[in-house]
C-alpha cells in the first residue's frame, strides 16, 4: 500500500534541502508537484516545482473536485491534485507532498495512517541566517517569513515526527531513517538496520520535546500575537499582496 508522506516547515527551515537529497536517496518515492496561483519566483519551472495557473483555472479545478487537498497560503491558492495519489498507487510507490500546516491537517483527515513530518530550524537566529544566506528575499520579506515561522511552529505538536535540521548530512540520515523505518513497517517488516530505527525513533515528537523547548523560546519572544497582525501574513511584496482578494490564512476542507 501507498504510504503518503507529509513534510511541513517554516520557509528557510531547508525543506527543499532536505526533500532533494532524500530523494536522490530512496527509491520506489514519488513526489507530488502542487498547482499554486503564485508567480514563479527566480528560476522556478512550470510543471517542475509547481504548476502555475491562475486564480479562475485553479477555481475551475476545485469545481470539478480535482484536489486532495487545498488552501489559501499567504494569499495565493496551493493545492495536491489527486491524480499524483492515484499514479503513486498504480507504480505501487510512496509518495511525498510538501505541504503547509492546514494541507497537513486535510490529508490527515482523510488519510490517517499519512506520516507527517515537521522541520525545524536550531533557533530563529539560525533560520534568519538561512533566510539572509539564500539570498532571495528583501529584508523585509525576511522579516514577514519570521513572523510567519513563530506562528507556523505553534502547530508542531500534530505532527508525527519532528526534525530538527541543524547539521545537514545527520538531517538527511534522520529523514530518510523515518522514511524507510515508516515504510518498513507498513510493509510488516521489522527494521532490521538498527541505526535507521534509532534516528527515526530519535525524531517521535515524545522523544524531542525537551530538545524542542529552548527552540521553541527562541521563537516565542518574537511572536505577535494573532489578533495584531491579522493572521499570516504574505510573503509577496505589498504591491501584489494588495490585489489579492484575502491575504488571510484560509483552511478548506474538501468533503
Ligand atoms: P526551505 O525549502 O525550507 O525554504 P531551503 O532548503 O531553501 O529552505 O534552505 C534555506 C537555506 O538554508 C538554503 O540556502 C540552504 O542551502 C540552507 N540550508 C539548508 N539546510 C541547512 C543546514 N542544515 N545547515 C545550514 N544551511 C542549511
Ligand atoms: P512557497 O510559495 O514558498 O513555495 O510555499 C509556500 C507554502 O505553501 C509552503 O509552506 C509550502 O509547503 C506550501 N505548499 C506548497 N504546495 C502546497 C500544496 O499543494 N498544498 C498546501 N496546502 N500547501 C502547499
Known amino acids: 500500500m501507498t504510504a503518503v508522506f507529509i513534510i511541513s516547515a517554516p520557509s528557510g527551515s531547508g525543506k527543499s534541502t532536505l526533500v532533494n537529497n532524500v530523494r536522490k536517496l530512496i527509491p520506489d518515492l514519488e513526489f507530488s508537484v502542487s498547482y499554486t496561483t503564485r508567480a514563479p519566483r527566480g528560476n522556478e519551472q512550470n510543471g517542475r516545482e509547481y504548476f502555475f495557473i491562475s486564480r479562475p483555472e485553479f477555481e475551475a479545478r476545485i469545481a470539478k473536485n480535482e484536489f486532495l487537498e487545498y488552501a489559501d ?34 490529508i490527515k483527515s482523510k488519510i490517517p495512517e499519512a506520516v507527517s513530518i515537521f522541520i525545524l530550524p536550531p533557533n530563529r537566529q539560525q533560520l534568519e541566517q538561512r533566510l539572509r544566506d539564500r539570498g532571495l528575499d528583501t529584508e523585509e520579506v525576511i522579516q514577514r517569513r519570521l513572523l510567519n515561522a513563530s506562528r507556523e511552529i505553534e502547530n508542531y505538536c500534530k505532527y508525527d515526527y519532528i526534525l530538527v535540521n541543524d547539521r545537514l548530512d545527520e538531517s538527511t540520515e534522520n529523514l530518510k531513517s523515518i522514511l524507510i523505518a515508516e515504510r518498513l513497517k507498513r510493509s510488516g517488516q521489522r527494521v532490521a538496520d538498527d541505526s535507521v530505527r534509532r534516528r527515526a525513533e530519535s525524531c517521535r515528537l515524545d522523544n524531542v520535546r525537551e530538545r524542542l523547548k529552548p527552540i521553541l523560546a527562541s521563537f516565542a519572544s518574537t511572536a505577535v500575537p494573532r489578533a495584531e497582525t491579522n493572521e499570516a501574513v504574505s510573503d509577496e511584496t505589498p504591491a501584489i499582496a494588495q490585489t489579492r482578494s484575502d491575504n488571510e490564512v484560509e483552511v478548506v476542507i474538501e468533503a
Open 73 to 106: 497560503v499567504f494569499g495565493n491558492y496551493y493545492g495536491t491534485a489527486r491524480r499524483f495519489l492515484q499514479q503513486a498507487e498504480e507504480h505501487g510507490h510512496d509518495l511525498l507532498l510538501d505541504i503547509d500546516v492546514q494541507g497537513a491537517a486535510q
